[in-house]
């Protein structure tokens, strides 16, 4: 199998898996996909006998622990050598991160199917609501009321401090005789 195929075939099989890996390694997912990045130049640069994908991804996972492994001693040994300028970062607490997103998770589960589709439409791709209302081919007032009923019902859900959100303020307005 030519390096190229090799090289698609293990990325399409095993890129997620790899990835999931690099960042239980590094503990962040920039770091790990720079370690995925880092351990695919190094296999796949020369070329070795890799009989199919699956053996692949075992030399890219060997690659990634070594990498890392060599990061770690290295960063050790400098922090050795310059004590006074080099100082360890503290890694914040992102268990409170975790448990708002998961809430927000179940919140917008627990939304309509039309008004989940018209927050992710209106806060996640970030169009206004007049895209919004014609991507969902529905009248603006019909899409600002979805968002305000979806938005009270997630600030129940998840607690009026989890988020800050804009909103649009919805006007009666007189009926004409």
Do not use: C
Request: net charge negative.
């Amino acid at each position: 199998m030519a390096a190229d195929d090799l090289l698609t075939a293990t990325l399409e099989r095993a890129s997620g898996r790899l990835a999931a890996y690099g960042y239980l390694l590094t503990g962040s997912q920039h770091a790990g996909e720079d370690l995925v990045q880092d351990a695919l130049v190094k296999v796949f640069v020369k070329r070795r006998r890799i009989p199919n994908a699956a053996a692949a991804e075992g030399y890219v996972r060997a690659a990634m622990r070594t990498l890392h492994i060599d990061r770690l001693r290295r960063e050790r040994l400098w922090r050795n050598a310059a004590p006074a300028q080099v100082t360890r970062d503290e890694a914040p607490d992102h268990a409170e991160a975790v448990a708002t997103s998961d809430a927000i998770a179940r919140a917008l589960d627990a939304l309509a199917p039309r008004e989940r589709t018209a927050v992710v439409l209106r806060y996640f791709d970030d169009l206004t609501v007049a895209d919004t209302a014609a991507a969902m081919g529905l009248a603006t007032g019909t899409v600002k009321r979805y968002l305000s009923d979806a938005l009270d019902r997630l600030a129940v859900e998840v607690g009026h401090d989890a988020f800050e959100t804009e909103r649009v303020a919805v006007v009666e307005t007189e009926v004409r005789p």
